[in-house]
């Protein structure tokens, strides 16, 4: 599939007119790379958010989950590298003034004015500061955190204790996380506050191949669980120089978005690298004890670590679809904003009221949308630019057999359905797949 910009406008503009999600401050005239997620935006997120959590933490018994604060000690920034590795290389073009992050240059020519003059390449680094307190001096220097696995590792020990965990066991966090990217762009993909959804794995040293084997595996099913077809997934090995200072084997799993293959999520085997040092900058020993071995040792770590943003973005690219004569978002139904739709044919008749019985049961566990204005089939249109799975009608014959019309978005397939059973049909349709 070659790149396609048009698609990526066509997204842009469907979130935008649909609520899904909008340029921030925008009434200011929108503030650059960042974004605000609208009501069904912000619901398409929660659910994804949602998914990942259960699918790690209720499916595995041996991992917990953690929400740590976004401001920490400073010399945990010094401990893990950020502060003396977290950098980009910029250059500038001397004629237009553009800025880029080297590594991203397909040539030495500039991708805006075309010229071949660029300043030498300084490291820039990606940590946005602040200052705790009023004074604003070196010593109340803090930072934002630029990923959520560091309120994990500091916490290893809190929770090994507290909740009484054997290694192997994980970790899983999600939450806000902000690098001040030189270069952000295609909409949601690469901006400067964005969220996380990581799971970190401690384990015994001897059991990293096969650990991150396994990760490795269970993060790529969990794209397809979500709908993602495998050929727009794909698994790219770190080589070399591309490997970060703490990973010995790394991973991306890469999904071709309208722009290209790109990054969706990191799994790395970060050994005893962070443990070992958060144990040297803050003198507390980290040590796990066996107590059937009786060995004691600083686990290593697999580190799977996703961007929910470019989840959601991915999710938007894989369901946008355009047919003969309509628009339609094709999400998986378990994660689309509004699950059921409910339309009485008329707005009279006792119509609206076997509406209102069966939205008052079937909110309880789904997203209800009600629409009972303009014609069947302009109301089923608008449901299919927002993905929605199921629209059910409410005729006059509802008022006689008890049965509604349920349509499916996909297939545009209708079926005549009992309300009574319409509960458990939708249930089976909507739940989690987890496993
Ligand atoms: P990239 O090479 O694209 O800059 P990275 O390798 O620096 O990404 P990681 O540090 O491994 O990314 O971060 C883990 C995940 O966090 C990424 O796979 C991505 O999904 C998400 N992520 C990282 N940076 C951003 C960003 N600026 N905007 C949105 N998501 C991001």
Redesign the pocket.
């Known amino acids: 599939m070659k790149p396609d910009g048009s698609k990526m406008e066509k997204i842009v503009s469907l979130c935008k007119r649909r609520g899904i999600v909008f340029p921030s401050s925008e009434i200011y005239g929108g503030l650059n790379s960042c974004y605000d997620y609208g009501p069904l935006g912000a619901e398409l997120k929660r659910k994804v958010k949602n998914f990942w959590w259960q699918s790690m933490t209720q499916v595995h018994s041996n991992i917990v989950g953690l929400d740590s604060s976004i401001l920490m000690h400073p010399k945990i920034w010094e401990a893990s590298g950020h502060i003396s590795n977290f950098t980009d290389p910029l250059v500038d073009c001397k004629k237009c003034k553009s800025r880029f992050r080297q590594d991203h240059l397909q040539s030495d020519t500039c991708p805006n004015c075309g010229a071949k003059d660029f300043t030498e390449a300084r490291n820039f680094n990606l940590m946005f500061k602040t200052f705790m307190g009023p004074v604003e001096n070196q010593g109340n220097e803090i930072f934002l955190r630029p ?1 959520t696995a560091q309120g994990i590792y500091v916490n290893y020990q809190n929770v090994l204790q507290s909740y009484r965990q054997k290694v192997p066991f994980g970790i899983a966090q999600i939450g806000k996380a902000f ?1 001040n ?1 030189i270069t ?1 762009g295609n909409f949601i ?4 506050e ?1 969220e ?1 959804m990581e799971m970190q794995y401690f384990i015994h040293p001897s059991q990293d191949d096969e650990s991150i084997t396994r990760w490795k595996e269970i993060r790529f099913a969990w794209y397809e669980k979500l709908g993602i077809s495998k050929e727009n997934l794909r698994l790219h090995k770190h080589e070399g120089n591309e490997l970060a200072h703490y990973a010995k084997e790394a991973y991306d799993i890469e999904y071709q978005f309208p722009f290209g293959w790109s ?4 799994i790395h085997n970060r050994t005893d690298f962070d443990l070992q040092r958060h144990q040297k900058y803050s003198g507390k020993n980290l040590q796990y004890f066996d107590e059937q071995s009786k060995e004691k040792y600083i686990p290593y770590i697999i580190e799977t ?3 929910c ?2 989840s959601i973005l991915c999710i938007l690219s894989e369901a946008y679809t355009e047919e003969e004569d309509r628009v339609l978002m094709k999400f998986a139904p378990f994660i689309a904003p509004i699950q059921v739709a409910i339309m009485p044919l008329v707005k009279k008749d006792g119509l609206p009221d076997i509406a209102d019985d069966l939205s008052k049961t079937l909110r309880k566990r789904h997203s209800i949308f009600r629409d009972d204005s303009g014609s069947i089939g302009r109301r089923y249109r608008r449901q299919d630019e927002v993905g929605t799975p199921f629209c059910i009608t409410i005729d006059y014959e509802s008022k006689e057999d008890h049965c509604v019309t349920l349509r499916e978005r996909d297939s545009m397939e209708q079926i005549r359905i009992r309300i009574d059973d319409l509960e458990n049909h939708l249930q089976e349709k909507l739940e989690f797949p987890l496993d």
């Open positions: 990923e690098r990217e952000p993909f690469r901006t400067r964005f996380q990054e969706l999520e990191g670590s996703a961007g943003d470019r």
